[in-house]
């Protein structure tokens, strides 16, 4: 089947993205998904592989113990070709989607409810555009734009409106213990909205698009979590409001997603991640549909934990966030520099001697000389880098600030190896630096036409990353694979994209990926630090958390949500279940005899 890339319109997978458009996508027409500014045709195969399988460990906690039955999937892969259309005069990227199998994905045993529940739901929705069972509209809604899993499509999906709206499916699904997941921008990584295998109601949250609240002297904001982070943005500078979100995930990410899976970006080194003190409070459903607020509006408090912070990275398990209050920073004058160095370690020790003396770091960005190459062939730069590894500063302040962090980095560097240090001398060549930071990905994409590419997202202690970087490319050399690394040294965080022409390379692929990952916790990291879990990375959990931090975790889900409805199959690793498990619940004891007889 034929795919169509177009900016902002996505498969509903972006936030404005239109249902009415929706309707004409089904698995076997064309479609829009936003992936890039270009536009550029996908093609994918009508291949979906499932299997079943049992997943045990020892580990018992509590009267709570798990099973899941899991769904394999498939890996989504992108790879971009040059156009063969001799039309336009200058080549644009081509993506390419493969459907392979993957990391098995847990769900539900199937039930027969969900029939009632669609009843309930189109009686409580009677407009014929909330409630959808449109094939296009329920496999549209289990993808991601960028995600390297294809989703399972849903069952039902309820285009919301309010958090009342919320509410009302919540208390649906408890009716007939059927599963719930939330969407709201489809931006994410790691298979993070496919249904369960028994399908599920897809919560759309994408309409709950607002921003409530301008607190300008305050310096926070209350939006809604369909908003996006970049529109946001542009809000506030429209405005006239020197103020922005820092957070800075893919475009198009919203509010409610990014708070989930915990996100980051490039800004990380200076305003660190969703993990901080950027979300202030949160309104969330939770699954017995009750709706909690988890703080108020100041800027600090000692009233108990901080239950905001239950709710970051747990991606739609606990509960859908439908609000949320963020802090936010002064807009300040920024520029950006570049150096190329030796190699990985004489960068990053570099980078650790900056941020150790505290110079003024907005961003830290670091290149290998492979990409560096890479992006010299993908002809989108007015300049011809030096093929080696490269540092992408940028600094925030006043002019005389910038000039005296810049002389200082400068002098800095130079102790370790830099060469080749320049500083953007106005506004335009900084952006048009950045720019090449920005176009690093579909530049490695376009590197081998016609091949695919794995994208890893690992994280460590900054001194660290020298040795895991090292160790990934004495992988890749030993298994004879092409993976142009970039990735946020200031904070220890590096991706690679790993190429592949065929299955033989994809397999050789895996055992690199789950190599890094293995090493990345060796290493006192972790093995995603910035996309999430979902059903890509949950198998790591064990091994980087402990036993006992995984138990705990399934305690709180096992209370929040002891019917386990709420985005089954995600985060938590598998477990086997005690005698007393109904399938439905997918590992939770039933504590309800009254409720276990009657689904027997």
């Known amino acids: 089947m034929t795919f169509t890339i177009t900016r902002f319109v996505s498969l509903g997978l972006s936030a404005g993205a239109s249902k009415t458009s929706l309707r004409f996508f089904s698995p076997t027409s064309t479609r829009c998904i936003n992936i890039h500014p270009f536009s550029n045709p996908i093609r994918t195969p009508p291949r979906r592989l499932y299997s079943t399988t049992t997943v045990r460990t020892t580990k018992a906690f509590g009267s709570a113990a798990a099973v899941a039955v899991i769904a394999g999937g498939a890996s989504l892969f992108f790879a971009l070709a040059r156009s063969q259309d001799t039309g336009t005069p200058n080549p644009t990227p081509e993506a390419v989607v493969e459907v392979v199998p993957t990391i098995p994905q847990t769900g539900s045993e199937p039930t027969c409810n969900f029939a009632k529940a669609l009843e309930d739901l189109q009686a409580e929705f009677p407009e014929s555009s909330i409630v959808s069972t449109d094939p296009s509209e329920l496999y549209a809604y289990a993808q991601s734009a960028y995600s390297q899993f294809v989703g399972s499509p849903h069952t039902i999906v309820v285009h919301v409106r309010s958090t009342e709206d919320v509410v009302k499916v919540v208390k649906i699904s408890n009716k007939y213990l059927v599963p719930i997941v939330p969407y709201s921008g489809g931006t994410s990584l790691e298979g993070n909205l496919s249904a369960p295998s028994s399908g599920s109601i897809c919560v759309d949250l994408s309409a709950l698009d607002k921003i409530i609240a ?10 809604q979590a369909g908003v996006t982070w970049n529109h946001l943005n542009d809000t506030l500078k429209e405005k006239g409001i020197p103020l922005f979100f820092p957070l800075d995930p893919g475009r198009d990410a919203t509010i409610g997603g990014m708070i989930s899976t915990g996100c980051s970006g490039t800004n990380a080194v200076k305003y660190g991640t969703a993990r901080g003190e950027w979300i ?15 703080r108020q509006r100041a800027r600090k408090s000692s009233a108990g934990f901080d239950v905001t912070k239950l709710f970051i990275g747990a991606e739609g398990t606990l509960g859908i966030i439908t609000e949320a209050t963020l802090r936010l920073a002064p807009v300040l004058p920024s520029t950006v520099a570049v150096a190329q160095f030796p190699d990985i370690r004489h960068a990053t020790n570099a980078v650790c001697d900056i941020l150790n003396h505290g110079a003024a770091l907005q961003c830290v960005e670091i290149i290998d000389e492979l990409t560096i190459k890479v992006l010299n062939q993908y002809g989108t730069s007015a300049r011809k880098w030096p093929e080696k590894v490269t540092l992408f500063f940028k600094f925030q302040g006043s002019d005389d600030a910038i000039q005296e962090t810049s002389r ?8 370790h190896g830099a060469t080749d240090y320049q500083l953007a001398s106005n506004e335009q060549e900084s952006e048009d630096i950045w720019q090449d930071r920005r ?16 994208i890893t997202d690992v994280c460590v202690p900054v001194s660290r990353l020298p040795d895991l970087i090292t160790a990934a490319k004495k992988d890749f050399e030993e298994l004879g694979l092409v993976a142009p690394i970039a990735g946020h040294v200031g904070d220890g965080n590096f991706h690679a994209l790993v190429l592949y022409a065929d299955d033989a390379e994809l397999a050789l692929v895996r055992e690199a990926v789950g190599r890094i990952n293995r090493k990345a916790i060796e290493l006192e990291g972790t093995c995603t630090g910035e ?17 006992g931090t995984v138990a705990l975790m399934r305690t709180i889900k096992q209370t929040l949500d002891p019917h386990n409805l709420f985005n089954p199959g995600k985060l938590y690793p598998d477990v086997s ?3 007393d498990t109904n399938p439905l619940t997918e590992g939770h004891t039933i504590l309800n005899t009254k409720l276990a007889s009657s689904e027997s």
């Open 531 to 547: 996309h999430g879990v979902g059903t890509g990375k949950r198998n790591y959990l064990l091994t980087e958390l402990g036993e």
């Open 408 to 415: 200082y980095v400068e002098s800095a560097i130079t102790k």
């Open 280 to 294: 202030l409070n949160a309104t969330v459903v939770l699954p017995s549909g009750e709706v909690i607020k988890t």
């Open 577 to 579: 279940p005690p005698s």
């Open 214 to 223: 301008i607190n300008e002297s305050d310096a926070d904001v209350v939006c």
């Open 439 to 454: 176009n690093a990905l579909f530049a490695c994409l376009a590197y081998r036409p016609g091949c695919k590419g794995w």
